[in-house]
Nanobody, 124 residues
Framework: QVQLVESGGGLVQAGGSLTLACAAS????????MGWFRQAPGKEREFVAA????????DYANSVKGRFTISRDNAKDTAYLQMNTLKPEDTAVYYC?????????????????WGRGTQVTVSS
């Protein structure tokens, strides 16, 4: 069964850090692009970051560049999103997603598998 499960969300003060994890079934993870998206209340879901299978190429939204780091451990079928210097505007439900391709994409419609999301709340 294809499955992505996010964890690591929570409540943190502005300036703090959180690390999200996405545990995937092998079918969802192997050779796929892994991405993170987020959806704030009343807003559309937006791209956050993505990484290739070999981690040789990473892409970040301008709003998180320099603060967030995407990574993956292929031996554990797990992707991570290290979030530093968090801001209240980072508050959202964070989703991981897998894309059956070798090319990065910021388009959520090009991702095949999705997790259910984990809530991140940043207080000011």
């Amino acid at each position: 069964q294809v499955q992505l499960v996010e964890s690591g969300g929570g409540l943190v003060q502005a300036g703090g850090s959180l690390t999200l994890a996405c545990a995937a079934s092998a079918r969802a993870f192997r050779w796929n692009i892994m991405g993170w998206f987020r959806q704030a209340p009343g807003k559309e879901r937006e791209f956050v970051a993505a990484v290739t299978w070999f981690s040789d190429i990473k892409d970040y939204a301008n709003s998180v560049k320099g603060r967030f780091t995407i990574s993956r451990d292929n031996a554990k079928d797990t992707a991570y999103l290290q979030m530093n210097t968090l801001k209240p505007e980072d508050t959202a439900v964070y989703y991981c997603a897998a894309r059956w391709s070798r090319d990065l994409s910021r388009n959520e419609n090009e991702y095949t598998y999705w997790g259910r999301g984990t809530q991140v709340t940043v207080s000011s």
